[in-house]
């Protein structure tokens, strides 16, 4: 199975002004306020629900007649290429919509997310 396939992006989020995923600690209080717990660790802060992208809307855009990207393909991608760029990445990418950066926050959540599940299969032996 592709890690693409394998990851839940429905339960993982970005907190703009944050690093790094973070996960649901807590429903959402009467002032729009949520819990959240960073990935894997216990390290926790409080955000307004504005501040939350759930890493599954989160679509890179393509050139008209191609398929938009997905966070699944786009993990997809990063496990089938040595030399990350933007265009093995994000194949038929609209140059005006996706950039340098988003190659970047993408790989650095790619690697937050293999170096844990490296870690979880490693406390299983």
Known sequence: MKLGDSINFYELFRVKGCQGLFTLASKENGSG???MMEFMRSKKVTVNRDRLVCLDSIKFETY???KD???ADIFNNLNKTDLPSLE???PNYDEDKVKDYHLGMVIMWYNELTK???E???EKK
């Open 116 to 118: 844990k599940l490296k």
């Open 120 to 122: 979880i299969s490693d």
């Open 64 to 66: 008209a007649g191609h």
């Open 69 to 71: 990207l997905r966070m």
């Open 33 to 35: 306020m949520i819990r």
């Open 88 to 90: 093995n990445i994000f």
